[in-house]
């Protein structure tokens, strides 16, 4: 067994400074605010092997991944099942006026079920077990979405969409906390890449089996029904297995001896924040609300969802604009996967190589905004370019990814980042409401004003990423020059027990934003 070096918890003197972001902390607040990985190491720096630390990295992965991964796999197929019902008979059966915006407002009803419990659902992860409640939701969004089954009418349609809205609001916050908790700042962009590269993967079974079911007529019931009922069901069955394996962290991880749990702990020291604080601090949510960065992820998130919003509802509608078959359509949706998944694997691990955020972010969003303008410019005749152009648009996944691994990294203090993270999402549901709208039923088969604000909404938000790259590089040239200043630069013991004190990125001087 490796030695363990001791630090006791001495008495904390006050942590004051001349930055006017960083907040005086009593050392009271210190120590009754602490993260529970401070009580799981006991206090302790754990010396471990890097064999003991790779062992206990495998086994994290092994247990966290596969179920995270599935998970993340089955709520985008639920989410985009409606794209794929639609070419299959569900606005024919449930009554949609064709001549009007329903089918819009089906889709984007998702999204106000998804809003309204954003916030609530922010406080509970924070304050609830997050494995267990993140199940709970799994299971009940599972049950609504088995509803849709039985959906006849447009009002019906928009009831089980609005719940299903409420229900899966939690599981991106959650997972993004859930990655933040477990894993080092360098291997959380792949982590992240791995769960998020599933709706890739989503993409192209999604194609293959709406296909498929598609061709069954003469049956009791539709083939969309039958869409419904074989991933509602399998949803639900997929909560019950996280609710029973799935851990809320290293202190309850059954499959991690004692030791292993410490060495779990440890390893996320350099994160300056530990394995999650079940404490509401108020005064973090309030922080939250003051930093600039907040306020530009949340822009950042509003524009690039716009245009995802309205490809994810009507992407299969734009296809079958240009190739007149509405099987052949579904069909032609696979590819996007590949596209997809190839952006998320490589940008992510791009950005975990280069320890670099915002710079792979920025070039994944241009694939994207040349994809639309490809679609603008290019004459329906070409067939081909037209579909490249479609499947650029797929790699938006993942610059959103790497902001929200951004994100896990950047904002420091668990209340702080379940806050911000919280609001991203917010405006993630917002544009994603807003984007099927920008899709008129009027301007169909075509969709010409669709298709524009896809590009000018993700050139728009790659101006933001430069912009965050510009904030976080100047406030850490200015905290390096502070510090050398003052000669505070040293990393003292009080430093160290400041990782695990729940603190936020203000009032850790120490702290450097990554780029």
Not at 378 to 403: D, R
């Amino acid at each position: 067994m490796a030695d363990i070096k001791k630090t006791p918890l001495d008495p904390i003197t006050d942590v004051t400074n001349s930055d006017p972001e960083v907040v005086s902390v009593s050392k009271e607040i210190l120590v009754s605010g602490a993260d529970p990985a401070l009580a799981l190491t006991h206090g302790e720096h754990i010396v471990y092997t890097p064999e003991e630390e790779r062992s206990v990295l495998s086994k994290i992965d092994w247990r966290l991944l596969p179920l995270m991964c599935w998970v993340y796999a089955l709520q985008f197929a639920d989410k985009i099942s409606l794209n794929y019902a639609s070419l299959m008979g569900i606005r024919e059966d449930a009554h949609l006026d064709p001549n009007s915006q329903q089918y819009s407002w089906a889709s984007s009803i998702f999204y106000a079920g998804f809003i309204l419990w954003e916030f609530p659902t922010t406080y509970l992860v924070r304050r609830l077990p997050i494995a267990k409640y993140t199940s709970a939701n799994i299971i009940i969004w599972g049950i609504i979405l088995t509803c849709h089954a039985g959906v006849s009418s447009y009002a019906g349609l928009l009831t089980v969409r609005f719940f299903l809205g409420v229900f899966e609001a939690t599981v991106t916050p959650a997972f993004v906390i859930i990655t933040s908790i477990w894993y080092r700042q360098a291997e959380q962009g792949r982590r992240m890449g791995y769960w998020l590269a599933c709706n890739g993967i989503t993409l192209i079974l999604m194609a293959v089996i709406a296909y498929g079911l598609s061709a069954v007529t003469n049956t009791q019931l539709a083939s969309w029904k039958i869409l419904f009922l074989i991933l509602g069901l399998t949803t639900s069955c997929t909560g019950v297995a996280c609710y029973l394996l799935l851990p809320d962290n290293a202190a309850n991880a059954k499959f991690l001896n004692d030791r292993e749990k410490a060495i779990a702990a440890e390893r996320i020291r350099d994160n300056f924040q530990g394995i999650g604080s079940q404490t509401w601090k108020w005064y973090q949510f309030r922080e939250a609300l003051r930093d600039v960065r907040t306020w530009l992820y949340v822009l950042y998130s509003l524009l690039m969802n716009i245009p995802n919003g309205g490809i994810t509802t009507f992407g299969s509608l734009v296809v079958n604009s240009f190739v007149h078959d509405s099987r052949l359509a579904l069909l032609l949706g696979a590819p996007s996967g590949v596209f997809d998944l190839g952006g998320k694997l490589f940008f992510t691990w791009l950005s975990d190589k280069l320890l670099d955020r915002s710079l792979p972010s920025f070039l994944a969003i241009m694939f994207p905004m040349v994809g639309g303008i490809i679609m603008i410019c290019i004459p329906s005749s070409a067939k081909a370019g037209l579909l490249i152009g479609y499947y650029m648009i797929s790699v938006s996944g993942a610059s959103w990814g790497l902001v929200m691994t951004m994100i896990s990294n950047n904002t420091v203090g668990y209340t702080k980042k379940a806050t911000v993270n919280g609001l991203q999402i917010l405006a993630y549901g917002a544009g994603n409401w807003i984007g099927p709208q920008t899709f008129r039923s009027n301007e169909a088969p075509n969709y010409e004003h669709g298709k524009a604000m896809v590009a000018i909404m993700y050139g728009l938000s790659a101006c933001v990423l430069i912009v965050i790259r510009i904030v976080n590089w100047r406030e850490n040239k200015r905290r390096d020059k502070m510090q050398a200043e003052t000669g505070t630069a040293e990393v003292t013991e009080e430093v160290e027990r400041a990782k695990f004190m729940d603190l936020t990125d203000f009032e850790q001087l120490h702290y450097r934003y990554v780029l």
